[in-house]
């Protein structure tokens, strides 16, 4: 079982481009939520999926940002037009239920730098 | 402050020793997670505690919650140079199924 795979580890972006970070959950699992962390700072949740379904998108800014889990292939979660605020760490955790008993597991991160 | 607030901020200890960090929060939760961070890694899960639950043992790491206080400690016993790291406090409450995070602990274990 690879855990829950990210790619790219890292990735650069000038500003106004776009941006696609990608996350493949564990095997079995159905849940995947998107965090990003600020330096020296701790996660903060953007959004929550379920196959094809969006859930709660509650921390998500309302411009730029989008994300999806379709029914085949990996989560995306695409920044349009970035701005160097977006310059963060970007986690995938993924669940087999919405409340798991044993937590969440997460992925590497990708480290966006817009430069 | 904010939810899910770690303390003290860094922490650095000699190796053997124990360490202990606090996590305040301020709604009502569900669980209460601790969670690892290396250096320019991903987070790894450690140890939950539910709400109805006071204290929780898995190998050198020991959790408490005092629910009444909103507050959690995390202890690692015997400390080693490998458990140096950031440790991150995260809170499960009401219907939103996603986590609170502080801002992490850092801890140093010098050899």
């Known amino acids: 079982n690879a855990g829950v795979m990210q790619n790219p580890r890292h990735l650069v972006r000038r500003r106004g481009q776009e941006a696609r970070l990608r996350c493949s959950p564990m095997?079995?699992?159905?849940?995947v939520y998107w965090y990003r962390q600020l330096p020296e700072e701790g996660l903060k949740f953007m959004v929550y999926?379920?196959?094809?379904?969006?859930?709660?998108e509650s921390g998500m800014p309302k411009e730029r940002f989008s994300a999806e889990f379709p029914k085949e292939g990996p989560s995306i979660l695409r920044i349009q037009q970035v701005v160097r605020g977006d310059s963060a760490a970007y986690f995938c955790?993924?669940?087999?239920?919405?409340?798991?008993?044993?937590?969440?597991?997460f992925g590497s991160g990708t480290r966006l730098t817009v430069v | 402050s904010q939810q899910g607030e770690e303390d003290p901020q860094a922490l650095s200890i000699q190796e053997g020793e124990n360490a202990t960090m606090n996590c305040s929060y301020k709604?009502?939760?569900?669980?209460l997670q601790w969670y690892r961070q290396n250096s320019g890694r991903g987070l790894v899960h450690l140890i939950l505690?539910?709400?109805?639950?006071r204290e929780k043992h898995s190998g050198r790491l020991r959790v408490t919650l005092d629910t009444s206080k909103k507050s959690s400690s995390l202890l690692i016993t015997a400390s080693r140079a490998a458990d140096t790291a950031s440790y991150f406090c995260?809170?499960?409450?009401?219907?939103?199924?996603?986590?609170?995070f502080g801002s992490g602990t850092q801890l140093t274990v010098l050899p």
């Open positions: 955790a993924s669940s087999p239920s919405d409340r798991p008993r044993e937590g969440y597991t």
């Open positions: 095997k079995g699992h159905s849940h």
């Open positions: 999926l379920q196959k094809e379904n969006i859930i709660d």
């Open positions: 709604t009502s939760i569900n669980n």
């Open positions: 505690i539910r709400s109805n639950e």
């Open positions: 995260a809170t499960d409450g009401g219907s939103a199924r996603q986590l609170t």
